[in-house]
């Protein structure tokens, strides 16, 4: 028997689901996705909120959920409406393979979320967590539903001292929620953890004293609960250098060009973009070459009108930001269009883009 196992044996498991799920019916969140145990809606929630903070997704998830009622509707939809949708939220691909998700359940199961592990998990996009959360809340399976919040949490309660960044760990305290789970109330029992870990048994001072389980929490009685969880730092994130400006033509039209439809952002639309790749000294001539030189853009720069900085999960834009005109004709395609101001709005762009169409309407 492994020390996580007999960790779980000390506890009184009983006790422990009622103070628990007690708790949260007393205490939980208004959250819209709490409304029904809709499966499509839950598990819409679910990936929003992979990444990001509750309070940014609610007004993301009412409007997603009126633009895309249902899993016909999001799967027939436009990818440019759709991403249009998730504009600002970034992880684009979490959306990309939500959509192709919800085509395979809309032709495979006939637009019912599938309520088998097997199932749902050969689902795009949908791993471990995923699929135990919709199971779990939506159907009342009782399978695990295991994230950073609650292996921070069991870590504390259970006195586990694995490394939660190292993904061999997940399976160490699956194996806990199965032994702890209430088979009577599973939808209750993982949005209970979840909700302590956002609430209660914070990453950062843990308001032991306010915690509903605190009786039963091996962390806590030994005085180690600041030291858990154990997980080792990410990878330094690379700095990359970029000029992007806002280039209009005689009738005023703004350039705007759309990503590639793999890696990074794929699809969103931008402002034209290079890398700076070394340190320039004769700073906007070389600009201008670099701009010409890859991708095949005549034009001519007035100033910067300002820096943006924006932090992906492993690299680090440094952007600056300039204004200028188109000295050549642009052919449009599918990748460049000219814009007037007043439909730039209706593309979908990455934020720091968006920052920067700021600036540009600020001037």
Request: glycine residues 4%.
């Amino acid at each position: 028997m492994s020390i996580e196992q007999e960790n779980v044996k000390k506890i009184n498991i009983n006790a422990f689901q009622n103070d628990l799920i007690s708790w949260f019916k007393a205490e939980q969140r208004d959250l819209p996705w709490r409304k029904d145990r809709d499966p499509y809606k839950v598990w819409v929630s679910e990936i929003m909120l992979q990444q990001t903070r509750v309070d940014t997704v609610i007004p993301y998830f009412n409007r997603f959920i009126e633009w895309f009622p249902t899993i016909d509707d999001l799967a027939d939809a436009e990818e440019d409406k759709v991403l249009k949708a998730w504009e600002g939220l970034g992880y684009y691909s979490r959306v990309r393979n939500l959509q192709s998700a919800v085509r395979e359940v809309k032709e495979k199961y006939h637009g019912e979320v599938p309520n088998t592990p097997e199932e749902i998990s050969g689902l795009k996009g949908v791993g471990p967590y995923t699929a135990g959360a919709i199971l779990s809340i939506a159907y009342g399976i009782p399978e695990p539903a295991v994230d950073g919040n609650v292996m921070r949490v069991l870590s504390r309660i259970l006195s586990i001292w694995v490394d939660i960044a190292k993904p061999s760990s997940r399976k160490v305290f699956e194996e806990a929620v199965r032994e702890l789970i209430s088979h009577d109330d599973p939808s209750s029992f993982n949005q209970a953890m979840m909700e302590l870990g956002a609430l209660i048994c914070t990453p950062t001072s843990p308001s032991c004293l306010l915690c509903p389980v605190r009786d039963h929490c091996q962390g806590f009685e030994e005085g180690v609960q600041s030291e858990l969880p154990v997980k080792t730092k990410k990878t330094k994130t690379r700095n990359v250098e970029l000029a992007s400006a806002i280039l209009v033509d005689e009738k005023g039209r703004i350039l705007i060009h759309k990503r590639p439809s793999e890696g990074l952002l794929a699809n969103l639309w931008e402002f034209p973009t290079i890398e700076i790749l070394h340190p320039l000294q004769h700073e906007r001539e070389q600009v201008v070459a670099l701009f010409d030189e890859t991708l095949d853009l005549k034009i001519s720069l007035d100033q910067i009108i300002g820096q943006i900085q924006h932090v992906f999960s492993h690299l680090v834009w440094n952007l600056k930001v300039y204004i200028g005109k188109i000295n050549s004709n642009i052919k449009e395609s599918n990748e460049w269009k000219l814009v007037p101001v007043e439909e730039i709005t209706d593309h979908a762009f990455p934020v720091p883009y968006q920052k920067m169409f700021k600036l540009y309407q600020d001037l």
